[in-house]
């Protein structure tokens, strides 16, 4: 269905994220469509938004069942209106101005677990109200949004607005997904999805993949000969794992020490525990990324030129 051209209606969105912001703060940006407009991140329980209230008091059903069920959920929660002219594109317009801000939250708070939306709901004008389920947010919570995190996620926002990438998005996803997998039954997987992020932006199809990618990624971001190797050898051990998870290998904590080993004995260390290994993998990872954002790289042949430098 679409509207008449003349006419473009506001849509007020509202997103749950299972963080928490500096108490008392409202952080506000501009949303990219107009002047006028702006996002705002802010703490607040959910019966408490008046837009909310307003439909309560026009005895929509809608309205009364989000409020009666979810009207405790306390969080962080990101406000943002902008006009939509065809229904189709409503999500698109949306994810479109919200997805530089929640990746910009998951590269700037540089912490192992990405913000994870809860709950969320939009208004179009005086239609009925359009929600999803929520969850309460997790105590564990290790993003707290700050002055300084906010400064850094409108940096990296404004650089993901401004390049568009469609390797590059695929990576952000996986990313995301592998950092959150670290916290699910399947922890193991994450390591399938960080890599997966990688072969999106570093490695072209072909063969040598583990070595193409572990090259790269050590000339990439490693300041000198010992980090280059030391990256290097972490990046090889990981492809393996990942290469003998997706070929239906069945992993545990000893199998992954044992691929670890050489990393291990180049570093001169006698042991080193698996969520140390992962953490200090998927930070290499997002150092990549963020580079690779700096520099705007959009083919994977830039990476064998740095080779030759």
Same mark, same amino acid.
């Given at each position: 269905?679409?509207?008449?051209?003349?006419?473009?209606?506001?849509?007020?969105?509202?997103?749950?994220?299972?963080?928490?912001?500096?108490?008392?703060?409202?952080?506000?940006?501009?949303?990219?469509?107009?002047?006028?407009?702006?996002?705002?991140?802010?703490?607040?329980?959910?019966?408490?938004?008046?837009?909310?209230?307003?439909?309560?008091?026009?005895?929509?059903?809608?309205?009364? %069942?989000?409020?009666?069920?979810?009207?405790?959920?306390?969080?962080?929660?990101?406000?943002?209106?902008?006009?939509?002219?065809?229904?189709?594109?409503?999500? =698109?317009?949306?994810?479109?101005?919200?997805?530089?801000?929640?990746?910009?939250?998951?590269?700037?708070?540089?912490?192992?677990?990405?913000?994870?939306?809860?709950?969320? !709901? !939009?208004?179009?004008?005086?239609?009925?109200?359009?929600?999803?389920?929520?969850? =309460?947010?997790?105590?564990?919570?290790?993003?707290?949004?700050?002055?300084?995190?906010?400064?850094?996620?409108?940096?990296?926002?404004?650089?993901?607005?401004?390049?568009?990438?469609?390797?590059?998005?695929?990576?952000?996803?996986?990313?995301?997904?592998?950092?959150?997998? !670290?916290?699910?039954?399947?922890?193991?997987?994450?390591?399938?999805?960080?890599?997966?992020?990688?072969?999106?932006?570093?490695?072209?199809?072909?063969?040598?993949?583990? %070595?193409?990618?572990?090259?790269?990624?050590?000339?990439?971001?490693?300041?000198?000969?010992?980090?280059?190797?030391?990256?290097?050898?972490?990046?090889?051990?990981?492809? =393996?794992?990942?290469?003998?998870?997706?070929?239906?290998?069945?992993?545990?904590?000893?199998?992954?020490?044992?691929?670890?080993?050489?990393?291990?004995?180049?570093?001169?260390?006698?042991?080193?525990?698996?969520?140390?290994?992962?953490?200090?993998?998927?930070?290499?990872?997002? =150092?990549?990324?963020?580079?690779?954002?700096?520099?705007?790289?959009?083919?994977?042949?830039?990476?064998?030129?740095?080779?030759?430098?």
């Amino acid at each position: 269905m679409k509207f008449k051209s003349s006419i473009s209606l506001n849509c007020s969105y509202f997103i749950f994220l299972n963080n928490r912001v500096e108490d008392g703060k409202v952080f506000k940006l501009p949303c990219g469509q107009t002047a006028n407009n702006e996002i705002q991140i802010f703490n607040t329980k959910l019966k408490n938004i008046p837009e909310l209230a307003s439909g309560l008091e026009k005895g929509d059903l809608g309205y009364r %069942y989000l409020n009666d069920k979810y009207d405790e959920i306390n969080g962080c929660c990101i406000k943002f209106i902008f006009l939509v002219d065809e229904k189709d594109k409503l999500l =698109q317009s949306a994810q479109k101005i919200i997805n530089p801000l929640l990746h910009g939250l998951t590269f700037a708070g540089n912490f192992l677990k990405p913000p994870e939306i809860i709950g969320w !709901f !939009f208004i179009l004008d005086n239609e009925p109200i359009n929600y999803t389920d929520f969850r =309460q947010i997790d105590s564990k919570s290790t993003l707290h949004i700050n002055e300084y995190t906010f400064s850094e996620t409108v940096k990296i926002a404004e650089k993901l607005s401004n390049f568009s990438h469609l390797r590059f998005d695929i990576a952000i996803n996986r990313y995301n997904i592998g950092l959150s997998d !670290f916290f699910s039954p399947r922890p193991f997987e994450g390591i399938v999805n960080l890599m997966i992020a990688l072969e999106a932006v570093m490695a072209e199809k072909g063969d040598n993949l583990t %070595y193409k990618i572990s090259m790269r990624s050590a000339k990439f971001i490693g300041k000198d000969i010992n980090e280059r190797k030391k990256i290097l050898l972490l990046f090889k051990a990981f492809y =393996q794992i990942r290469s003998e998870i997706v070929h239906g290998e069945n992993y545990d904590e000893l199998i992954i020490a044992k691929k670890l080993k050489p990393y291990k004995t180049y570093l001169n260390i006698k042991d080193i525990t698996i969520s140390e290994a992962i953490k200090e993998f998927s930070g290499y990872v997002r =150092q990549i990324l963020l580079l690779i954002l700096d520099k705007q790289i959009r083919s994977c042949e830039a990476f064998d030129e740095l080779l030759l430098e």
